[in-house]
């Protein structure tokens, strides 16, 4: 199959903009329960009555302070509700907010900042208040700097008491569906990073396309309130499209500002969402924990076979649901239901006990990772878009999941194979073009169609199959090409392994540069009643290396011998942001790590 097209389930809107909904909800039902906001440790309820009052006072400031229509206004934060604030009062004044990763360098931030044209900046503490300081030289036209944790929401309310609010109505009444939202500047595993133009129109249809397709999922018990707890960075696309789509379905939306583990389970626990939007690294760090617990309880053995229950399971439904099979066995349903007391109702307790459903995107998932989820009562659909397609452009749907496929077209969208296998992608969702850069644009849109530089296949149901990137094959002396992801995912999966980085470019075979999971190695160690190593020498810890050695082996079966990792060499330290080896969404940047290192690499391929 080379091409499938589906038919749109939502009506494009034909005028407003995105802070249109804000003011609708809070004529409509403005005790309606629509954002969870975290003070003093404690959850508390916003209406949306509430919502759009902060909304109109800080869109009145803004005004005050000189925010013109059409200006870009850059936002430089972790996820917290005030981004949020911010986003609906610039797009109600006709603005364009700019994402910046909160980890930016100073020379990311002064080209994104001067690119862009921003004429102010919004910044969440004092570090990265001296990291804009530090490049503003090079920005003329930044007139304003604001700064969360010093005061500048409360400044700019106060400033906008003298500004009508006739005024901000007015601006929003003049933004049209085609009007430029925002401009997202892509992470670059290489190169300058390229703004992204999308309109109000691209989130529109994007957000309520998910929402009615995907109806289920914002559906609740009686008696609760649908809920999410948004802990993706808002600099990403995918962070974005789910605050937008939260606030189009009056979905109570929370904001967790770090994604590590430690932190964000016990929020989930708070919050209680009943649906989860996510990153595939969320919901291994969740079956992860979820090991080590029984391990420690000594119940690692009724874990396993639990596991293996839930995909057993999984997979009889899978096939039921596609008319190839009878679904679960008498005894297989009776196993299933012993496990749910024993194991599954404590995995799902871990993000708060009320999650049923789940996004999942960003990078691939396992097939048996997302298995497991379904058998153990969390179904997770997982996607696949850029930030040129706004976000999701093709996902499982409930009742037809194919774990390990990223799904058919979303509604109103389209995928096509070319010639090369690279998927192209067409509907509403894709954007206009990179800010400034017509040539960047023609290289990516061609009739309509976004090229994505993603390698895939289409199966006879038209899911869709990410088998890698076009400019990430190896290609080995011996003329072999190897995809590296599904290898990489693999090795990935083994609870001692936190990254893998296939090499081989140009050389005789395929070998393999690994990191340790630090949480998952102090606990082997614990387990084995063995004193905890510095990384220095666990890299040469044998039965470490043996351990690794197992998941390098299961890796292999998935290929030829000719695509084989046959030597592999474990590292003292992970692949980081700050170091450059990783892109802020959390993508390898592979020149740079074979860069840092070559000696490494070198050593892999000597006699």
């Known amino acids: 199959m080379r091409e499938v097209v589906v038919p749109p389930v939502v009506v494009e809107a034909a005028v407003g903009g995105l802070a249109d909904c804000v003011f609708r909800h809070a004529r409509e039902e403005p005790g309606r329960v629509v954002m969870g906001r975290k003070r003093g440790g404690v959850w508390r309820d916003v209406t949306a009555g509430e919502f759009a009052a902060e909304v109109l006072a800080l869109a009145r400031g803004l005004v005050a302070q000189g925010v013109r229509f059409g200006d870009r206004v850059a936002v430089m934060s972790r996820t917290r509700y005030e981004w949020t604030l911010f986003d609906f009062a610039l797009w109600a004044v006709g603005a364009q907010p700019v994402p910046v990763y909160p980890s930016s360098s100073a020379e990311q931030v002064q080209w994104i900042l001067s ?10 503490d004092e570090d990265q208040a001296m990291t804009v300081g530090s490049v ?29 609010e006739e005024v901000v109505h007015g601006r929003r009444g003049a933004v049209a569906p085609e009007a430029v939202a925002t ?10 990073p390229k703004g992204c133009v999308l309109t109000h129109a691209n989130f529109m249809f994007e957000a309520d396309t998910l929402v009615r397709r995907w109806e289920s999922v914002f559906r609740t018990e009686p008696g609760e309130v649908p809920s999410t707890l948004l802990f993706l960075p808002l600099a990403h696309v995918f962070g974005r499209v789910v605050e937008v789509a939260a606030v189009r379905a009056r979905v109570k939306l929370g904001h967790q500002p770090e994604l590590a583990a430690a932190e964000l389970v016990p929020e989930l626990a708070a919050f209680r969402p009943t649906f989860l939007l996510g990153v595939p690294y969320v919901f291994e760090k969740v079956f992860a924990a979820a090991r080590r617990a029984a391990e420690a309880e000594a119940r690692v053995g009724v874990f396993d076979r639990a596991v293996e229950a839930a995909v057993r399971y999984a997979e009889a439904c899978e096939r039921q649901a596609f008319g190839a099979g009878p679904g679960p066995s008498a005894a ?3 196993q299933h239901r012993l496990y749910e007391r024993l194991v599954y109702g404590r995995v799902r307790a871990a993000v708060g006990g009320r999650v049923r459903y789940a996004m999942s995107g960003g990078s691939a998932m396992s097939r048996r990772l997302g298995l497991f989820f379904e058998g153990a009562g969390v179904t997770v659909f997982e996607g696949y878009g850029l930030t040129e397609s706004c976000a999701a452009a093709t996902a499982n749907q409930p009742g037809a999941t194919k774990y390990g496929t990223v799904g058919r077209p979303i ?3 389209a995928v096509h194979i070319a010639e090369d296998g690279e998927v192209w992608l067409h509907g509403r969702h894709v954007f206009s073009g990179y800010l400034g850069d017509a040539r960047a644009t023609r290289a990516v849109l061609r009739g309509g169609w976004l090229a994505t530089g993603d390698i895939g296949r289409l199966d006879e149901d038209g899911y869709l199959v990410i088998t890698g990137r076009k400019k990430e094959i190896l290609v080995t002396s011996n003329g072999k090409s190897v ?3 599904a290898l990489e995912e693999r090795v990935r999966s083994h609870p001692l392994v936190a990254q893998c980085v296939l090499v081989g470019n140009d050389r005789p075979y395929v070998a393999a540069l690994i990191t340790l999971d630090e949480e998952g190695v102090a606990h082997w160690l614990s387990m ?7 990384a220095a020498e666990l890299v040469h810890d044998a039965d470490l290396a043996a351990e690794v050695r197992r998941a390098v082996v299961a890796a292999n079966t998935l290929v030829s011998q000719a695509e084989a990792i046959r030597a592999f060499r474990v590292l003292p330290e992970q692949f980081t942001e700050e170091r450059g080896l990783l892109t802020p969404s959390l993508k390898l940047r592979r020149r740079a790590i074979e860069t840092a290192y070559a000696q490494e690499v070198a050593a892999l391929y000597r006699p």
């Open 115 to 124: 690119d862009s044209g921003c004429t102010a900046c919004v910044v969440e």
């Open 483 to 485: 995809a590296p992801a």
């Open 332 to 334: 297989l349903r009776v």
């Open 136 to 164: 503003v030289g090079g920005l003329p036209r930044l007139r304003r700097l604001w700064q969360l944790d010093a005061g500048a929401l409360a400044g700019l309310v106060a400033d906008g008491r003298g500004v009508p």
């Open 528 to 534: 084995r009643s063995r004193p905890q190593l510095r």
């Open 183 to 192: 401009v997202i500047y892509t992470s670059g595993t290489t190169g300058r």
């Open 411 to 413: 509604p109103g969208g």
